[in-house]
């Protein structure tokens, strides 16, 4: 049953995406109006005012749906239904959601750091590209979040896209750690046929002018590239959300939360990603797990895998990943 429908909280909705393009606006206009090589110090500083803002809102959260759950006659009539229990339960989808997304934004950022690399975008004008590219990313996660709160409600899809995440994982796992060469890339190739392509950076221009004739800079090719890429990591990451709870509003807010703190964590991970090299596979074990949750374990489990275990396995897997990948690494030495 779904707690949230669209219907009676669309002005949630609203008011939630207005406060998040507020902060996208204070975010370029006032704290990176001037192009800057992002340092440590503030990536770490904008890593933490993003995870607390989620954490924020997940506590108010909980204290609104403990309220709406304990007045509303809907809901009290609903036998051995208790407010306190379902708000909690709710506020722990939320959080096991941004962890999930969090932990896959991982991947993105390791395409960012290759995709930065490939095109030659200096540091100063990451940001901005960035900036555009999650903009972008908030509009696509919306759309699928949208479908997927339709599709989801068919069992034959649900168990489709559990398939997908476990043939994902396994894909993930048996890749290994191997970057790509990007020429090989059909988007990169194909981004060369439909664009007059400048070869030089332009300032933090995305298109440049030349006898008449629209230039794309490599900033855009960049900023296109990273849109592709992540529509294709959302079609892993919104239904593994939707594994772990079926409320849209969750999937939404908890999503849009994790891939507002996607460029402070780019940056703040930027000179240390060659050193957690076993993180794929921790990765690669988290769509299993939560591509199982909707093949067989939620059925398993009367209708719903518990989401304090949930979250525990996930923040077991990505923990064990990474002290893998501190500890291995130095044995090798």
Avoid: C
Wanted: hydrophobic fraction near 55%.
């Amino acid at each position: 049953m779904v707690l949230f429908p669209f219907a009676d909280y669309w002005w949630f909705y609203f008011g939630f995406t207005s406060f998040v393009l507020i902060l996208l606006a204070l975010d370029l206009g006032v704290f990176h109006k001037k192009a800057h090589e992002v340092t440590f110090k503030e990536s770490t500083i904008w890593t933490a005012v993003w995870i607390s803002l989620a954490l924020i809102f997940n506590y108010l959260f909980y204290q609104y749906a403990k309220w709406r759950f304990s007045t509303d006659p809907k809901y009290l009539s609903i036998p051995d239904f208790d407010p306190d229990q379902q708000a909690k339960a709710k506020a722990l989808e939320f959080l096991t959601g941004f962890v999930i997304e969090k932990s896959l934004a991982i991947d993105n950022i390791f395409i960012f750091a290759v995709v930065f690399g490939y095109f030659a975008i200096p540091k100063m004008y990451q940001h901005r590209v960035l900036f555009w590219g999650i903009l972008g990313a908030l509009a696509f996660r919306a759309l699928f979040v949208a479908m997927g709160s339709v599709l989801m409600q068919y069992e034959g899809i649900v168990l489709f896209f559990g398939v997908v995440l476990i043939l994902t994982g396994i894909k993930m796992f048996f890749a290994g750690t191997e970057q790509k060469n990007l020429d090989q890339s059909i988007i990169v190739r194909s981004l060369k046929k439909v664009f007059r392509i400048h070869p030089e950076i332009v300032g933090d221009k995305f298109f440049h002018k030349i006898n008449g004739l629209i230039y794309v800079t490599p900033l855009f090719l960049a900023l296109v590239f990273l849109e592709f890429t992540d529509i294709i990591f959302a079609i892993d990451s919104v239904p593994a959300i939707f594994a772990i709870t079926k409320e849209p509003l969750i999937v939404f807010t908890s999503n849009i939360f994790a891939i507002l703190g996607l460029r402070s964590m780019y940056f703040l991970l930027a000179g240390v990603m060659d050193k957690f090299i076993y993180i794929k596979y921790g990765l690669a074990a988290v769509l299993v797990f939560v591509g199982s949750k909707m093949v067989y374990l939620n059925q398993a489990f009367g209708g719903k895998f518990p989401i304090g275990w949930s979250l525990g396995i996930i923040v077991t897997l990505i923990g064990l990943s990474i002290v893998a990948s501190i500890f291995l690494k130095n044995d090798k030495k």
